[in-house]
């Protein structure tokens, strides 16, 4: 499982690199959150994959999840939610406000 | 249990909300931003008084003992920050009452410095890697939002890739957390540096730290600066100088954090390769300032020249180099806030940043001039101001363990530092008049008084030093002796 | 164009309740199961997106005259007010306790001073989901 989870967090951070490194502000954005998904996938993985156990438990329980890790990851998908919104909504005003979402158009230009 | 920490943060907090409702009524708008602002000084200066007494203070959220709750570690060397923090905080305040404008004033424009504050201060305080980040990224929402604010061409262009950086930057600084946990199971410092002590830092555990260390590099502008000058040059002087003084700061009070506590077991990489990276900072810093000649590229890239040096202080690892580095981390978020602060002035007069346009202002604007005069060797470090005793120290540490090419970078950089803000000085304010009082497009009536402020600490932390070496010498002593901090917070051990 | 959107409206008006109940549900169950303020809010964000979508946004603003922005301060202040609530009376910040009380026809119920946050919690992602969504969708 956890070489699967590996292989799975590999294409996502692939995947979102390729899609940070285009010009298209869009894709741009997808591409931040796809990294975003690895990281957090990352996160789960590396504390550790159990089978069969449920994260949240009775005191009976033998095996259990550890629930940090998913607590963090909440925390984290709610960081990413706000500022993959926010980012969503600065790409639409400035596309709005410059005309473009070509980021070599992007570049400014130099004041000397 | 010490509720007092958290007031330094819910006070804020509270108030931006509270700025939330009163969204039409200005004034009473700046009277509870400032009201705040004082309050959460006085208290910070209460916890100083007991740290100093009582040492290192620490409360447990929810009662929930470390390592498995969060916790928030009040030892001198973040107070010390959180203080100068909220000065630096009243200042640019001040400053915006008369420049930021109404328009921005209706836009949440003190609700996001409260919630900015808010995220400095937590990264400061917290006791555990998760909280950093998530206080990093209430710091970081608020400062998209701060140089979005506006909306003009120039900040919308800028805060795109400034935004993009440090999503990115947010990733990566989530990959080593995961990567942390994975290895060590907990993510309280102290917790952190226990275990890394008893189980040895091995190689992987390093490589783990060096990929942390980019992180913070990112955010601190050590070597990966190049986001810096364009970002910091977009929004208005006001917001501008507050993340000069600020944002930068934290990835640097992060790197001492990590590298101290958890981390300081192989300093032959860690430290070598911080000392290098901030050599490599100081010197192309200052060929950007010395380059440069637009006011604001200028002081952006003094940003980065401070930033290399305070890191290479650290990197010597002695108590005195790190003394030095503490005292002039405060002293340059003081003096980088007055200078941008003033340089937003002579922007907000001439109505340009090219200093080649500017010329003789002196004439009219002496108590300007001369202040800019005394930030400029402040920030060179010439005696007594503050800079100096900061980069005596630093050179004291690392001429004594033998790190000659910091001492002579750092020297170096120094002089090309102080020819870029001379530049300024004899550009802006020699020479002709150019400017009658009628062409001045706005007016310095108010927005010198904070800059008056900054250059009085200025100067009295340089003639004052010996009082606030006390301060110093604690903070150092914290970061020199990790075991303080770890005892602090896990008095019981693990 | 003036698209024709009966069906979309007719559904619309049964499915939101619905919506509403399950994200209600959701809240609640949060404290023992699988749910919680924020997953409750955002259900409930999507009922009102779904609102916004069938009908328009002017007739929807004037059946639920919420200023979205202003919901987020409701709910960071809710929140931090728990939390100030613990301090008074002499904990350290952000404690929370529980009671079973026994209430006539509902039987023995336990009462959660952390349902209190939650509630901070759902009302600043309605208002932080809607505030995103208006903002892009109102100037088109």
């Known amino acids: 499982m956890e070489i699967l989870m590996s292989i799975l967090i590999g294409v996502l951070v692939t995947a979102g690199t390729y899609l940070v490194m285009s010009r298209s502000l869009l894709r741009i954005i997808l591409g931040t959150a796809v990294i975003g998904h690895g990281a957090l996938l990352l996160l789960l993985t590396t504390a550790g994959l159990k089978e069969g156990a449920p994260p949240i438990t009775n005191i009976e329980a033998l095996s259990y999840a550890d629930p940090l890790p998913q607590a963090l990851i909440l925390t984290a998908i709610v960081i990413n939610f706000a500022t993959t919104g926010f980012f969503l909504v600065l790409a639409y005003r400035a596309y709005k406000e410059l005309g473009t979402d070509d980021m070599d158009k992007l570049r400014g230009i130099d004041d000397e | 249990m010490n509720n007092i920490i958290i007031l330094l943060l819910l006070?804020?907090?509270?108030?931006?909300?509270?700025?939330?409702?009163?969204?039409?009524?200005?004034?009473?708008?700046?009277?509870?931003?400032?009201?705040?602002?004082?309050?959460?000084?006085?208290?910070?200066?209460?916890?100083?008084?007991?740290?100093?007494?009582?040492?290192?203070?620490?409360?447990?959220?929810?009662?929930?003992?470390?390592?498995?709750?969060?916790?928030?570690?009040?030892?001198?060397?973040?107070?010390?920050?959180?203080?100068?923090?909220?000065?630096?905080?009243?200042?640019?305040?001040?400053?915006?009452?008369?420049?930021?404008?109404?328009?921005?004033?209706?836009?949440?424009?003190?609700?996001?410095?409260?919630?900015?504050?808010?995220?400095?201060?937590?990264?400061?305080?917290?006791g555990d890697l998760f909280n950093l980040f998530v206080f990093f990224e209430v710091m970081l929402l608020s400062s998209y939002v701060l140089i979005a604010l506006g909306g003009k061409k120039v900040q919308l262009r800028e805060s795109i890739k400034y935004v993009l950086v440090n999503i990115v930057s947010s990733m990566m600084f989530l990959i080593a957390i995961a990567y942390l946990y994975g290895m060590l199971g907990t993510l309280n410092f102290a917790h952190m540096a226990i275990r890394v002590s008893e189980a040895g830092q091995d190689g992987l555990l390093t490589t783990v730290a060096i990929f942390l260390m980019l992180v913070f590099s990112l955010k601190a502008a050590l070597l990966m600066y190049f986001w810096l000058p364009g970002s910091y040059g977009a929004p208005p002087m006001a917001i501008a100088a507050l993340f000069a003084a600020l944002l930068t700061k934290v990835g640097i009070y992060s790197i001492f954090r990590v590298f101290s506590v958890v981390f300081p077991h192989q300093p032959e990489i860690t430290h070598q390769l911080l000392a290098w990276l901030g050599i490599l900072t100081m010197i192309i810093g200052a060929i950007g300032a010395v380059a440069h000649w637009s006011l604001r590229k200028i002081l952006a890239y003094n940003v980065v020249v401070a930033v290399g040096f305070m890191i290479a202080g650290f990197a010597v690892f002695t108590t005195t180099a790190i003394a030095g580095s503490v005292f002039y981390l405060i002293h340059d978020m003081f003096v980088k806030a007055l200078l941008f602060l003033l340089g937003g002035v002579m922007i907000g007069l001439t109505g340009t940043d090219k200093l080649r346009e500017m010329s003789g202002m002196i004439r009219n604007h002496a108590s300007l001039g001369w202040m800019f005069f005394i930030a400029a060797l402040a920030l060179a470090g010439v005696p007594p101001l503050s800079g100096f005793i900061g980069k005596l120290l630093v050179l004291q540490g690392a001429i004594g363990e033998g790190f000659y090419i910091i001492a002579a970078v750092g020297l170096i950089t120094s002089l090309m530092v102080l020819y870029s803000v001379i530049k300024i000085f004899i550009n802006g304010f020699w020479g002709e008049n150019q400017l009658t009082v009628e062409d001045e497009k706005m007016s310095t009536k108010g927005t010198l008084l904070p800059s008056a402020i900054l250059t009085v600490i200025v100067i009295g932390m340089g003639l004052g030093a010996e009082f606030v070496n006390v301060y110093i010498m604690e903070a150092a002593e914290v970061i020199n002796n990790p075991s303080l901090y770890i005892d602090a917070v896990m008095p019981n051990g693990e | 164009m003036k698209v024709n959107d009966v069906i979309l409206q007719t559904v619309t008006k049964i499915v939101v309740f619905i919506i509403f109940t399950f994200a209600f549900y959701l809240f609640f169950a949060g404290h023992h199961d699988t749910g919680g303020g924020f997953i409750g809010g955002l259900m409930a964000a999507s009922a009102l997106v779904l609102l916004y979508l069938s009908y328009d946004i002017d007739t929807i603003s004037k059946a639920i005259p919420i200023n979205y922005r202003t919901l987020i301060g409701v709910g960071v202040s809710v929140s931090m007010l728990t939390g100030l609530g613990s301090i008074l009376l002499g904990f350290p910040f952000l404690s929370h306790t529980f009671e079973y009380v026994d209430f006539p026809f509902f039987g023995e119920i336990e009462l959660a001073t952390s349902v209190l946050f939650e509630f901070g919690v759902l009302f600043t992602v309605v208002g932080g989901t809607l505030t995103i969504i208006l903002s892009i969708s109102e100037d088109v």
Do not use: H, K
Request: hydrophobic letters at 55%; a neutral charge; one cysteine or more.
């Open chain 2, 11 to 126: 006070i804020p907090l509270l108030t931006g909300v509270l700025l939330i409702f009163l969204r039409n009524r200005i004034s009473a708008q700046r009277w509870l931003s400032i009201l705040s602002l004082l309050a959460v000084g006085v208290i910070a200066a209460i916890i100083i008084q007991r740290v100093l007494n009582e040492g290192t203070m620490t409360l447990n959220l929810g009662g929930w003992e470390p390592p498995y709750g969060i916790v928030l570690v009040a030892d001198m060397f973040a107070m010390l920050l959180v203080f100068t923090t909220v000065i630096v905080g009243i200042c640019c305040l001040l400053y915006g009452f008369r420049t930021i404008g109404e328009e921005r004033e209706r836009y949440y424009f003190y609700t996001f410095i409260q919630f900015l504050l808010v995220g400095v201060m937590g990264s400061f305080l917290t």
